[in-house]
């Protein structure tokens, strides 16, 4: 049974930082390009930022410079440091394994200005 459980998410004050985690299990994780998508009220789903196998890094524009993708592949465990955090950060993020096409529920970021 494939499982992509997101966690980290919550509330925080503009400037701030939370660091997202994404727990897989029943894939081949290290053989996944992983992803963090968000999802804002009335809003499409969008892309943050991608690591690949391999370790390559692509960020949404909005995002880079604050925002850091890492995978632990002994964990199954990609995650999303985000830094200087932004009102209009707030979203539903998701977790995302390219490869093999699977997506977490989501966790909750809210950013109070």
């Known amino acids: 049974q494939v499982q992509l459980v997101e966690s980290g998410g919550g509330l925080v004050q503009a400037g701030g930082s939370l660091r997202l985690s994404c727990s897989a299990s029943?894939?081949?994780?290290?053989?996944?390009?992983m992803g963090w998508y968000r999802q804002a009220p009335g809003a499409q789903r969008e892309l943050v930022a991608l690591i690949s196998s391999g370790g390559t890094t692509t960020y949404a524009d909005s995002v880079k410079g604050r925002f850091t993708i890492s995978r632990d592949n002994a964990k199954n465990t990609v995650y999303l440091q985000m830094n200087s955090l932004k009102p209009e950060d707030t979203a539903v993020y998701y977790c995302h394994a390219l490869t093999q096409r699977y997506w977490g529920p989501g966790t909750q970021v809210t950013v109070s200005s």
């Open positions: 029943g894939i081949i994780f290290r053989f996944n390009a």
